[in-house]
Every structure is written in C-alpha cells, then in structure tokens.
C-alpha cells in the first residue's frame, strides 16, 4: 500500500512540474516576440539605427496616421536625421513606453496592438504624445523582425 501511494506522489510530482516547465511552442515564441519587441523599443527610443535595421524586414513597410506609407529606405532615413538630433541634443526621449499589447499569433507571423506612450523634449519643448499602433512581425531565420508599423495618434 505504502508503494502504492510512493508511486502516485512520484507520477503527481513528475505531471505537476512538467505542467509547470511545458511551455506551449506559441507561448515561448509569442514571449521571445515580446523581447524582440522590447529591444526594438529601446533601440528606437535610443535612435540605435544599427539594432534597428537589423530587425525589420526587407519590405518594410511604416505608416504614421498623418503621412502616407514609406518604405525601408525612406524610414531609415528618417531614423539617420532623428539620430543626429538625438546626438546633438534637439531631441531628448524621456519615455517610450508600450502598454495595453495584444499579440494574435500566426505560425511565424503575429499581429501586434498597443498604446505607445512618449515624452520628449525639441527644440526645448515639451513633448507628450499617445499613439494606438499596429505591428505586423515574421519570423525569418528563426528571429522576429518587424515587417510593418501603423499608428494612430490618442493625444
């Protein structure tokens, strides 16, 4: 009897932290999207234009709600002059902050909603904006790049 129960708290043991330890295969990818998406963040905010260009996607496509769409090249661009203020010290990010995120998961492509949350400084003035974004990420060569950004600005 006493074997019994041994060998019942073993198996309940071994299901319950193997339970704990399994992660599905969409959960670990959609948390490793969540940390490609944290770098890119900081690398924007940063203006890392290297670390940034290394996670979009060739076809890169970015969309601002009050512009039409742009491409890699022309977003790279822009990246390059806000860097330059960033470096000389016309802008200054104070936050950039991601909340309220959703992913929708799709074999090796995710649909990514959000709140983005800035504060920064131009020229000497305060900035403060809310923006609602979509983001479409893939997954090429087994690492998460963006392949396309829209917003929409809250405030």
Partial sequence: MKKHLFIQAITFLIFLFGSIEMMTAQEKEEKTLLKAIETFNQAFKEGNIEKLQSMITER???TNGSSKSIHRDTWLSYLRKRKK???TGTLVMHTYTMTETEVQM????AIVTAKITTTSTKS???QENEYRVTNIWVRENNLWKRAAFHDGKIK
């Fill in 60 to 62: 890169y496509q970015h």
């Fill in 85 to 87: 203020e960033i470096e």
């Fill in 106 to 109: 799709y074999d090796d492509i």
């Fill in 124 to 126: 000497g003035e305060l």
